[in-house]
């Protein structure tokens, strides 16, 4: 043996290549339904604190205010600080619902990173969670999507799952639709 370094070389090399070749083998698929991914929620109060981002046509300012979800007379309604009635969407209307999530910096961190060898605030991001509901309205044939900032994903969730089986939406994935009939 007068090359022990190429001999443990080439063994090493034929180890690592038998190897992998054995891990490219096709993978089995198993027919078992999928598990939920997320666990059930509690229902939603009836009143959450919101804030309309935009969407609906004739209301282009974003405004604070609270979201109710109104089943006596089926539809989600948006109400200012001052509790009038802003919006309406008949639950009829509502064609899908999702929770979306964004990481957004705070103004007061925009304006810290911008403080020459200051506090690295760039770095310091918050989660906003909203409610965008996609509508379209047969009476006035006005469509849209609409978006609600919540609390936080509890609340966000109960709301979903709420507005979603009382407007009579259908879940695919993270998403709830209405199927056409």
């Given at each position: 043996m007068k090359y022990p370094l190429n001999a443990t070389v080439a063994l090493s090399f034929t180890l690592v290549m038998t190897v992998s070749v054995g891990a490219q083998r096709p993978r089995?698929?198993?027919?078992?339904?999928?598990?939920?991914t997320k666990p059930a929620t509690?229902?939603?109060p009836s009143t959450v604190k919101a804030k309309y981002e935009g969407g609906v046509f004739g209301h282009p300012n974003k405004m604070n205010g609270t979201v109710t979800l109104d089943d006596a007379n089926q539809r989600l309604v948006f109400r200012d600080g001052k509790q009038q009635e802003r919006i309406s969407i008949p639950?009829?209307?509502?064609?899908?619902?999702?929770?979306?999530?964004?990481?957004v910096r705070p103004g007061a961190a925009t304006v810290a990173s911008n403080i020459p060898y200051g506090f690295p605030a760039g770095f310091i991001k918050t989660k906003v969670q909203y409610l965008t509901v996609q509508f379209n309205d047969p009476d006035s044939n006005a469509a849209g999507v609409t978006s609600f900032k919540l609390e936080?994903?509890?609340?966000?969730?109960?709301?979903?799952v709420t507005l979603a089986t009382n407007a009579g939406l259908?879940?695919?994935?993270?998403?709830?639709?209405?199927?056409?009939?």
């Open positions: 089995t698929v198993s027919d078992d339904p999928p598990t939920p509690t229902a939603a639950y009829g209307s509502i064609t899908g619902a999702y929770a979306d999530t964004h990481s936080n994903r509890e609340i966000l969730d109960s709301v979903l259908t879940r695919r994935g993270d998403v709830y639709i209405r199927k056409k009939s």
